[in-house]
């Protein structure tokens, strides 16, 4: 009987995939994805990728691992799959409710301009941070309609990719003391 | 000349050393802090700092360019595309620092830099121009009442569609007079502004003109760049499929016209607008080397750079009109570190894989490498795929190979947008005009489709043999053997 191996478990977009991999010999391994089980030997290994045999089929595949993602380039496609964990899926509670976070770059780059203060009031979708990447600009308005709860950033700073930029507090008489 | 500085970065400073160390000259690089050890730092003789990471303390300081030069021991320059390379001031100051400057004389690019100027030197030459009007805004409204909406508003001192406007009806047109100044004014400190009659489905098409400084001028046949975004080409090729012969021979003649009509010297471009009837009409002079200007090279055999640096030399052109006889088909792809997905938000960061095609007819001009870092403080251009085939259905078959077999991690491309374009009916027909992305590919959200077990096998593989956790013992040279298994 072949030895149990946890599968492996990859990201693509939305979609989650199982592969579970199985060695049979020093280079061959058989690989079940969805049901479909084929005979895959490695047939050379560099830096770069490999080259694999699947079913009757040679093909080279190009690899290359940042950040939990493999990227692979086969067959004239690539895909970016980024690696879960094994085991049960978990949802992230923090993602909950993007819009109740607060205003992060969308892009990694450059604060153009900072157009609110702490203490402001905005309207929704008035914008509030103008980011600037490679000669393009990119403006970030309010989620809903509030105060300006804190200014992260200011003009001329780089942020990274999701960096908080500016929280933006709901109207206190939304809440129960409004009424009082 | 003997030592020529090149004051640019990316794909462009790369390509003009490769030409200098062909014609037996040094080729001094700049650099900004964000590219130390830049792949074109790497291929120079040498590369000297300029300044910080942002286009104005670097690659824009004229001062600390022409202090570069000077330490370096230069005797020439040459500007690439963007940056300085249409400042006429700069030319000028290059010039006076006793340096010889690889392009046309300030007075040209001074005289082409004015849209205004520009325009009235082709109506002097007889050259067509797109109907239109300057003058103050009462003036602009009569004229726009006279030449028929809808109309366009454009910045005198523009250019790249910046300051740009469509005006459908008489009610729009003040209030676009006003932010077309504003934006002019902002942009280019100057608020000049003129309108143009609106050309429905226009085609981009534009010629490559050369000349030196002993009467020599040659114009180099078409190139079609009407696939763009934002103004921004993306797809060229070269000769266009709206052109025949008789066209063809008018569009040069105009182009010609043009250059001898500005004392123009060295490697230069003719824009016009073609309309669906044949009509063409007078855009501008972009005074420098193109991005595009490899489909020109491919279809007629001229290195065109070395060409620049010969006719800035003094020497006379390396051959004559006679001498040109355009052979097959061109096309290039952009290869811009974007991601089309989500908005086309420009994409930085490390290179963790670069595998560029190769083969009959593929050329690829990169300004990067794998393991090289993408800054994000400029323009966004990683590479142009350049093909070349017999004929335009050989080039399209040769393009979309050569995009199927390039393989870029770590940054987000337009690779598989670019398939999209190239493999689109449309484009196969030849129906190209500048509004073809908007009608074809708006909100296009990627290839979709799922990875195959094949490549899902790859990457568990891939996982498989590098651990999360390895021990130091573990990493000796005898068991690093490099590949993807043990």
Known sequence: ?180 | MRRVLVANRGEIAVRVIRACHEAGLEAVAVHSDADAGALHCRVADRSLRIGEPSPAASYLNAGAILGAAREAGADALHPGYGFLSENAGFAAAVEAAGLTWIGPPPEAIRLMGSKTRARRLAAEVGVPLIPGATGDDTELAHAARRLGYPVVVKAAAGGGGRGMRVVREGAGLAEALEAARREARGAFGDDEVYLERWVARPRHVEVQVLSDAHGGFLQLGERECSIQRRHQKVVEEAPSPALDPGLRARMGAAALAITRGCGYRGAGTVEFVLAPDGSFYFLEVNTRIQVEHAVTECVTGVDLVREQLRVAAGEPLGLGQGDLSPRGHALECRIYAEDPAAGFLPSGGLLAAWHSPSGPGVRVDAGYEAMDTVPLHYDALLAKLVVHAPDRPAALGRMAAALADFFIAGVRTNVEFLRSVVGHPAFAAGETDTGFLERHLDGWRGPGGEPPLEALAAAALACRARPAARTVADHSPWSDGGGWLP
């Open chain 1, 1 to 180: 009987m072949a030895p149990v191996t946890a599968p492996f478990r990859f990201r693509h977009g939305e979609t989650e995939h199982e592969v579970l991999l199985v060695p049979v010999g020093n280079d061959d391994y058989e690989v079940t994805v969805l049901g479909r089980t084929e005979r895959v030997r490695v047939l050379r290994s560099t830096e770069a990728g490999l080259h694999l045999a699947v079913g009757g089929r040679t093909l080279e595949a190009r690899l290359a691992v940042a950040s939990g993602t493999v990227h692979v380039h086969a067959l004239g496609c690539q895909w970016e799959l980024e690696r879960v964990a094994s085991g049960p899926a978990v949802r992230r509670s923090s993602e909950a409710d993007p819009a109740d976070g607060p205003v992060r770059a969308v892009m990694p780059g450059t604060v153009a301009r900072v157009l609110v203060a702490a203490g402001e009031r905005v309207e929704a979708g008035q914008v509030l941070v103008v980011l600037e990447a490679m000669k393009m600009e990119h403006r970030l308005g309010a989620p809903f309609a509030g105060e300006v709860a804190r200014v992260a950033v200011r003009e001329g700073q780089q942020v990274a990719m999701r960096e908080p930029l500016v929280e933006i507090r709901r109207p206190a008489s939304e809440g129960p003391q409004g009424r009082a």
